[in-house]
């Protein structure tokens, strides 16, 4: 089985690139821009579909490219946005429908109503709250990919939650990092915010094997199944690091509820997934700093 590998340079296209590899799985990359890296294809996915040179001997895709605003609160990213994570994600679909080939859609988690209670695949969906303009663009690509299901593609979409690990730039828990290497106090709140923390080698995991189980199809969420406060990650990554009186927990300004965490029951039962507990991938992110 090759596997063509969209948005290969990104963070989980990189740590998935290499997984593939060392098992010894023939892998295209595709990126926007060559970078020197053997086996890659260099192509703006908003241009259309892959050329034919990406697709030689490819029987399964995974979709990892996408835009993730700077600021993902500005309304002017909402056209760049559903170009590149809907419009372009069309295009793929149709593309892997018209070719046989298998397509797994990295989509997000974040898009489900927020609440405290796990979610499963069939809980509402309502992104209104924060990061809109980007998770009504996967919202819309999701639905492209199901439609084109209908018409017999063979088609899984995972809904990843907030992905952190080795290599990651955004986000507070490599803000965290940045503070603790520099012996830097972390100040975290305390309130209702919560978000469902997933270790990077956890989704490469489910992602290998979706590949490996074409018969799973249609909404799998991948996470850590449970809510993490900001006070408990700034609490445990110090422990980690051996810095517990770096921390300086404040009470929470507002009442953001953040994003509800993942059910991943089906992922469980079908992938036999098992996610990274929080305490062992920020072990594994300060031992690989």
């Known amino acids: 089985m090759s596997v063509l590998v969209t948005g290969a340079a990104g963070f989980v296209g990189r740590h998935l690139v290499a997984a593939l590899r060392?098992?010894?799985t023939p892998v295209r990359r595709l990126v926007r821009t060559h970078d020197g890296?053997?086996?890659t294809v260099a192509h703006d996915l908003c241009a259309g579909a892959p050329p034919d040179a990406a697709w030689e001997g490819v029987s399964a895709v995974v979709h990892a490219a996408a835009r993730v605003p700077a600021d993902l609160r500005d309304p002017g990213e909402a056209r760049a946005c559903l170009e590149v994570n809907a419009l372009a994600t069309l295009s793929l679909a149709e593309a892997c429908r018209e070719r046989g080939v298998r397509l797994v859609f990295l989509s997000s988690g974040n898009v489900y109503?927020?609440?405290?209670?796990?979610v499963a695949e069939d809980a509402p969906v309502w992104p209104a709250h924060r990061a809109t303009y980007y998770l009504a663009s996967k919202l819309c690509a999701e639905l492209y990919v199901a439609h084109a299901a209908t018409r017999g593609l063979?088609?899984?979409t995972l809904r990843l939650s907030s992905v952190y690990g080795p290599g990651t730039k955004g986000g507070v828990v490599a803000i965290f990092l940045r503070r603790l290497a520099a012996g830097e106090p972390?100040?975290?709140s305390r309130g209702p915010y919560r978000a469902d923390l997933v270790e990077v080698s956890s989704v490469v995991s489910a992602v290998l094997a979706a590949l490996e189980h074409p018969e799973?199809?249609?909404l799998v969420n991948v996470g850590s199944g449970r809510p993490t406060g900001m006070d408990e990650l700034a609490t445990t990554f110090a422990e980690v690091a051996g810095r517990p009186e770096l921390v300086r927990v404040v009470p929470q300004e507002g009442s953001d509820p953040g994003f509800a965490p993942l059910d991943v029951t089906r992922a469980?039962?079908?992938?036999?997934?098992?996610p990274l507990p929080l305490r062992d991938g920020?072990?594994?992110m300060w031992e690989l700093r």
């Open 282 to 284: 920020l072990r594994r």
């Open 186 to 188: 972390l100040q975290a």
């Open 268 to 274: 469980s039962t079908l992938l036999g997934y098992r």
């Open 22 to 24: 060392e098992r010894g």
């Open 154 to 156: 063979n088609a899984v």
């Open 37 to 39: 890296e053997t086996d």
């Open 113 to 118: 109503a927020p609440g405290a209670a796990a």
């Open 216 to 218: 799973v199809q249609g």
